[in-house]
C-alpha cells in the first residue's frame, strides 16, 4: 500500500503541495485529481523518489521513500504523462532492457516479455521500431515497461492519452484487472475514467486536498446538498414547500408548474412533497433527486 502523511514542498515561497495525506490500500483503484498546477505530478514525482519533499513522509509497501528510495522504485511501475521511450529500439529490444534494467534476465526475461507484449495488445507491433508506431501504441509499450518487474504498486499518470476508444476499453479492462492485487494510483483529466475505473478519488487543488471519498459518494459530500426536481399539474404554493423541514430553497422553473427543490445533504425529501402535494390535493406528475455528476463535483471543488 502506498501511505501519504502531511506532504508538503515548497518552491522557494509557493508551496506547490500542502500537507496532503492520505492511503491506498492493495487491490484499489484511486484516482488522484485535480486541474493543471493543483500539484499532482510534483506529488506523484514524490512518491517516486524524484523528488525530495520539504515536510511529511510517503511510506510504500513499508518503505520511506526517503530512507529506502531504491527499495521503493523496486515496488512501484511509473508510466509518465510524457512517456519517454527510446524511440530507435524495437519494442521487445525496449521491453527487455527495461527488464535488465530491474534485474531480469535470461529465459524469464523474454517470458515476461512475450506475456506482456500479448496482454498489453502489442503482439502485431513488437517487431517494429517504437518510433514508427503510434502515439496509441507507444503508450502501450510505456504500461508494459512500467510492469515489467511486476511491481506491487502502479502509479499511471494519463495512461490512455492518445488511444482510441476501442484501445480505452481494452486497456481499462487491463487497468481494472490489475487493480484486483496491485494497488494502482490513477490521474487522468478524463473524468469518465474515473468513474468507470476508481473505487475512490482523492482531488487537490493549489497543492491542498478538498476531497477523499468513494467515487460513489463524491457528489452528495461535496454538494452540501440534494436537488429534487418535482412536476405538478398546475402552479403550487411554494410557500408551504419551504416550510417543510429540510427545505432549503424552492423555485419555480421558466415554464409550466415544474420546480427545482433544494434539500439538505443526506436527507431524502421525496416522501414528505408527496404526503405534502397528497394533503393539498396537488396532482403530482414527476418527482426526481439529482445527482452532481463527477465534473460538477470537480469545478465545484477547484473553482
Known amino acids: 500500500m502506498v501511505e501519504v502523511q502531511h506532504l508538503t514542498k515548497t518552491f522557494g515561497t509557493q508551496a506547490a503541495v500542502d500537507d496532503i495525506s492520505f492511503s491506498v490500500g492493495k487491490g484499489e483503484i484511486l484516482g488522484f485529481l485535480g486541474p493543471n498546477g493543483a500539484g499532482k505530478s510534483t506529488t506523484m514525482k514524490m512518491a517516486l523518489g524524484y523528488l525530495p519533499p520539504s515536510a511529511g513522509t510517503?511510506?510504500?509497501?513499508?518503505?520511506?521513500?526517503?530512507?529506502?528510495?531504491?527499495?521503493?522504485?523496486?515496488?512501484?511501475?511509473?508510466?509518465?504523462?510524457?512517456?519517454?521511450?527510446?524511440?530507435?529500439?524495437?519494442?521487445?529490444?525496449?521491453?527487455?532492457?527495461?527488464?535488465?534494467?530491474?534485474?531480469?534476465?535470461?529465459?524469464?526475461?523474454?517470458?515476461?516479455?512475450?506475456?506482456?507484449?500479448?496482454?498489453?495488445?502489442?503482439?502485431?507491433?513488437?517487431?517494429?521500431?517504437?518510433?514508427?508506431?503510434?502515439?496509441?501504441?507507444?503508450?502501450?509499450?510505456?504500461?508494459?515497461?512500467?510492469?515489467?518487474?511486476?511491481?506491487?504498486?502502479?502509479?499511471?499518470?494519463?495512461?490512455?492519452?492518445?488511444?482510441?476508444?476501442?484501445?480505452?476499453?481494452?486497456?481499462?479492462?487491463?487497468?481494472?484487472?490489475?487493480?484486483?492485487?496491485?494497488?494502482v494510483i490513477f490521474s487522468t483529466h478524463i473524468l469518465p475514467e474515473v468513474e468507470a475505473l476508481c473505487s475512490r478519488a482523492v482531488i487537490i487543488n493549489r497543492g491542498r486536498l478538498v476531497a477523499d471519498s468513494p467515487v460513489s459518494e463524491l457528489g452528495a459530500r461535496a454538494a452540501g446538498e440534494t436537488i429534487i426536481r418535482a412536476e405538478f399539474e398546475q402552479p403550487i404554493d411554494v410557500v408551504l414547500l419551504l416550510a417543510l423541514p429540510g427545505i432549503v430553497a424552492a423555485e419555480a422553473e421558466a415554464r409550466g408548474a415544474t420546480y427545482r427543490i433544494r434539500a439538505r445533504a443526506g436527507s431524502d425529501q421525496r416522501g414528505a412533497i408527496s404526503r405534502l402535494a397528497a394533503a393539498q390535493g396537488w396532482v403530482l406528475l414527476g418527482l426526481r433527486q439529482e445527482e452532481q455528476s463527477l465534473e460538477q463535483v470537480f469545478q465545484e471543488l477547484t473553482k
Open 58 to 183: 510517503i511510506v510504500v509497501e513499508g518503505y520511506d521513500v526517503q530512507t529506502a528510495p531504491l527499495e521503493v522504485r523496486r515496488r512501484v511501475g511509473y508510466l509518465p504523462e510524457h512517456n519517454p521511450l527510446y524511440l530507435d529500439m524495437y519494442v521487445h529490444e525496449y521491453l527487455e532492457f527495461i527488464g535488465s534494467v530491474h534485474g531480469l534476465g535470461g529465459s524469464a526475461l523474454r517470458q515476461r516479455v512475450r506475456q506482456l507484449v500479448e496482454r498489453v495488445g502489442l503482439g502485431r507491433e513488437q517487431n517494429k521500431l517504437i518510433g514508427a508506431l503510434s502515439k496509441g501504441y507507444r503508450q502501450r509499450v510505456g504500461l508494459a515497461q512500467a510492469l515489467i518487474h511486476d511491481p506491487g504498486v502502479l502509479i499511471l499518470d494519463e495512461p490512455t492519452t492518445g488511444l482510441d476508444p476501442n484501445q480505452i476499453g481494452e486497456i481499462r479492462s487491463l487497468i481494472r484487472e490489475l487493480g484486483q492485487d496491485k494497488t
